[in-house]
């Protein structure tokens, strides 16, 4: 009988970043089969450059049961550790490809002995528009792969199968972070004035020129428009990271410029501000997903092309394509293509709630497999890819068998007060590098 039968639900999420995070544990609850009062949820934050905050933890606003950092090691001893009453019945891996293959791998030699280990899950956190094949056998091995469309499911079912890799674990979802209220409508001006949100992205565009443009273009737009509310939608404060780097954060672009009143900078929960909003504009974020959910007129920008680089070929077809000449002349009025939204599993018409039922019903099935689950099987091993694979797992500290390497952080104790401070220094100072001195050396390096 699977623990789930006998006691509360108990999952665990690890995750890399903030916005995985988000993603993990909401995913977590909704594909659980289980009501959400009878799930316990424990997160496990991986230490490394995007260690969210606790600023932007409180940002997210999904809360759970208990929550700590951990190294790859110290995390993967936690697993093994957890049996009997303490044992996990799903987890979910809301990690990088390559932190999803190490996990894996280390996971597998852990349970190496247990047929009652957790059902593993993993998956994306937005639109897959860049390395498909290469984040998708990293994430081979899991019980279950999640697609955020049917568009998805069919393209990593291809790629899959194509590799003569099993595709059985591809399950098609929806982004779990959907829902709120339908968009009312323009105001009529006498609450709240016509609001515009610009929806950045830590690494897209990546150029100092191009994120110039986009800042210069959404405050002229201000300037053409002083009865809107036009507002500059950002992810993190500079110090801080999210799932991408983010070198030049338009916090300090914007102070070299005047932006008019009805120019504003937000933060806070993404689904609070389009509460807010008329018009949402990107360049590729997972937002416009969000947005289009909501019924919320919705532009992808092509000022700046067309491109892979960019993310926003992943809206070809989608209807909601423009320029900001298009928005600044109100000429153009965003209608999305039906088809298309339902191929990327916005569900705008209702069927959301049911999105999730496939993973909760296989879920649910693996628990209760008669004699438990076969050990974790990824595509990658030492014989399928001896050049590639040994150095994925050494970035956690792993040896190609997936024991830890000599020298790991031991996991037998809490970190006392001065190791955490170490630590803290030292994801500052490396911070620092990579937002600071790390662009100043490219720039050098360009003379």
């Known amino acids: 009988m699977p623990a789930s039968a006998t006691k509360a639900l ?37 230490r ?53 293959q190490a996990m894996l791998h280390g996971l597998g030699r852990a349970w190496r002995d247990r047929a009652d280990r957790p059902v593993v899950v993993t998956g994306y956190v937005g639109v897959v528009y860049e390395k498909l094949a290469d984040g998708l056998l990293l994430r081979h091995g899991a019980d279950l792969v999640l697609a955020n469309s049917r568009q998805d499911a069919e393209r990593f079912r291809s790629v899959y199968e194509g590799v003569g890799a099993d595709a059985g674990a591809v399950t098609e979802v929806a982004l779990p972070f959907l829902g709120g209220a339908g968009y009312a409508g323009e105001p009529d001006g006498t609450d709240r004035p016509y609001t515009v949100v610009f929806a950045a992205q830590p690494s897209v565009p990546d150029s100092r020129k191009d994120r110039t443009y986009l800042l210069d273009r959404l405050i002229r737009h201000a300037r053409r428009h002083p009865e809107r509310e036009v507002l500059l939608k950002l992810r993190s404060k500079p110090g801080e990271h999210t799932t991408h780097i983010e070198e030049l954060p338009y916090q300090k672009l914007v102070q070299r410029a005047d932006p008019p009143p009805n120019f504003r900078l937000v933060y806070g929960h993404m689904g609070e501000v389009l509460d807010r909003t008329d018009l949402l504009v990107t360049i590729s974020s997972t937002a416009a997903l969000e947005s289009l959910h909501r019924r919320i007129p919705t532009v992808v920008l092509t000022d700046l092309g067309v491109r892979e680089a960019l993310g926003n070929h992943h809206f070809v077809g989608s209807g909601c394509l423009a320029s900001w000449d298009q928005l600044d002349e109100g000429r153009h009025r965003p209608a999305p293509d039906a088809e298309w939204v339902a191929r990327q599993g916005v569900a705008a018409d209702g069927e959301y709630t049911t999105a999730f039922d496939e993973a909760r019903d296989r879920i649910a099935a693996l628990l209760g497999r008669s004699g438990g689950l076969p050990p974790l099987a990824p595509y990658y091993t030492p014989v399928t890819a001896p050049g590639y694979l040994p150095g994925i797992l050494a970035r956690h500290h792993l040896a190609p068998d997936g024991t830890p390497l000599p020298g790991a952080p031991a996991a037998d104790r809490e970190p006392g007060p001065v190791r955490q401070v170490v630590r803290r220094a030292a994801r500052g100072a490396y911070r620092h590098g990579v937002q600071r001195v790390a662009p100043v050396i490219r720039r050098m390096g360009e003379l």
Do not use: C, H, N
């Open 48 to 100: 490394g450059r995007a260690t969210p905050t606790a600023r932007q933890l409180r940002e997210v606003g999904v809360s759970a049961d208990s929550l700590r950092e951990v190294t790859a090691v110290e995390f993967l001893r936690a697993m093994e550790a957890a049996q009997g009453e303490e044992s996990y019945d799903v987890l979910v891996l809301a990690l990088v490809g390559g932190g999803v």
């Open 10 to 46: 108990r999952v665990a999420v690890l995750a890399d970043s903030d916005t995985r995070w988000k993603w993990g544990a909401l995913t977590a609850t909704r594909i659980s089969p289980a009501e959400p009062e009878d799930i316990r949820l424990d997160g496990y934050l991986l």
